[in-house]
């Protein structure tokens, strides 16, 4: 065997090997959420978009600091727009970046006065002017999010608040035992997405609509 034969056929080995091993990882995942994790799925008022009465839900645990967050949101909107009535996104806070917990808290500050919407979008659009090297500046987040129409003064009480301490501490809770470890994390009728990717959670979702209309 000469030398080329023998570094094609190595490599071929190497690429079986590790094929072999991602398919091996990805049959260790679960493709469903077990029935006695579901609850950690939903929180009651947490910000949701979409129809009503729909029966395909998006959950996503974020944090408004990851520009992949950012990059999904308006993808999101297109997908609610474009199955419109059919699928809602509920949105959970997973503060994994330095700083970022003052920042969801400011955020849930905003959801009580109905602003949550506005915030996040404010927030995303801005991130580089709050977030730098991955660390959340809450001042500079705090600034950007009374340039809404808001009473300034009930945001600074809710976002310090033990309510407000106590319905992130659930959201960071629900994450750890769904294994939230990144964001942004996606489920689908109880269903994460295992394969990360625009067009893997488009996919989802339409086998979600498909199985329920």
């Known amino acids: 065997m000469n030398n080329k034969t023998l570094f094609i056929s190595v490599t071929a080995f190497i690429g079986i090997i590790f094929i072999a091993a991602v398919a091996m990882y990805k049959s260790q995942l679960p493709s469903t959420i077990a029935s006695d994790l579901l609850p950690a799925l939903d ?5 949701t978009k979409g129809g009503k ?4 839900t998006i959950v996503e645990f974020f944090d408004p600091a990851c520009g992949t967050c950012s990059q999904f949101y308006p993808l999101l909107n297109n997908l609610v727009k474009k199955y419109q009535g059919k699928v809602k996104v509920v949105m959970r806070y997973a503060p994994l970046h330095q700083g970022s917990e003052d920042v969801v808290k400011m955020l849930e500050a905003a959801h009580m006065q109905g602003k949550f919407w506005p915030a996040v979008e404010l927030l995303f659009a801005n991130q580089a002017r709050w977030v730098e090297h991955h660390v959340s500046n809450p001042k500079s987040a705090l600034a950007g999010i009374k340039t809404l129409e808001l009473d300034h003064e009930q945001l600074d009480n809710d976002w310090q608040s033990s309510k407000v301490a106590k319905i992130i501490a ?24 295992l394969v990360f990717g625009y067009d893997q959670l488009v996919n989802l979702v339409e086998e979600a609509i498909a199985e329920v209309y």
Do not use: C, E, H, Y
């Open 43 to 47: 929180r009651i008022s947490a910000p």
């Open 53 to 56: 009465n729909a029966k395909v």
């Open 170 to 193: 659930q959201d960071k809770q629900d994450g750890q035992i769904l294994k939230v470890r990144a964001t942004p994390q996606f489920f689908v009728n109880g269903k994460p997405l």
